[in-house]
């Protein structure tokens, strides 16, 4: 659970200066929500690099391996079959369900992973829980800051908010 500050707005304007002000101080805004879609806003929130590519390549490719290295050992150490003089180790014969196996596992890893990193099975959010926050989808604006540590940390990043405009500021587990 990531710990964060809610900052309130009622002006579209003062949410982007606090945004930009957010990102200058270093504190960390990583989520918005606004009643309309505001291309600046996405690019002054901290990007987080989702490892789902990663995750789909070694998935893939692990089981690939594995399943081409089990039909090697089924049939050039567990089972040797002489089938017409041919060689035991007959590679294009072993390609096919490796790279069959190999990309089914990728899509399962791939959408494993997208399910777990988006939090879908969860049913309700403890940000839903925050005052005022259906009014996100009316007129108020809500960032979302990282909390640092220490209280003198998020006494500052409150004052900076306040400073920046907001109306209120809350705490909430992410």
Do not use: N
């Not at 791939?110 to 990193?117: D, E, H, K």
């Not at 839903?128 to 006494?155: H, M, N, S």
Request: proline share 6%; aromatic share 12%.
């Amino acid at each position: 659970m990531t710990r964060a500050l809610v900052a309130e707005f009622d002006d579209a304007e003062r949410f982007l200066a606090a945004l930009r002000l957010a990102k200058t101080e270093g504190l960390g805004a990583f989520d918005a929500l606004m009643p309309f879609h505001m291309p600046e806003a996405a690019d002054l929130l901290v990007r987080q690099i989702p490892p789902v590519r990663l995750i789909m390549a070694l998935g893939g490719f692990g089981t690939a391996i594995f399943a081409y290295a089990l039909q090697w050992y089924s049939a050039v150490v567990a089972y040797p079959i002489d089938s017409g003089g041919r060689p035991l180790d007959s590679w294009p014969i072993f390609l096919l369900a490796p790279f069959e196996v190999g990309i089914l596992a990728a899509a399962i890893a791939g959408f494993v992973t997208w399910i777990v990193g988006s939090g879908m099975p969860a049913l309700h959010h403890p940000l839903f829980a925050y005052p005022g926050i259906e009014r996100a989808t009316q007129d108020r604006f809500f960032v979302l800051i990282a909390r640092a540590d220490g209280d003198e940390a998020d006494e500052r990043a409150q004052r900076i908010l306040f400073g920046a405009g907001a109306i209120s500021i809350g705490a909430c587990e992410q």
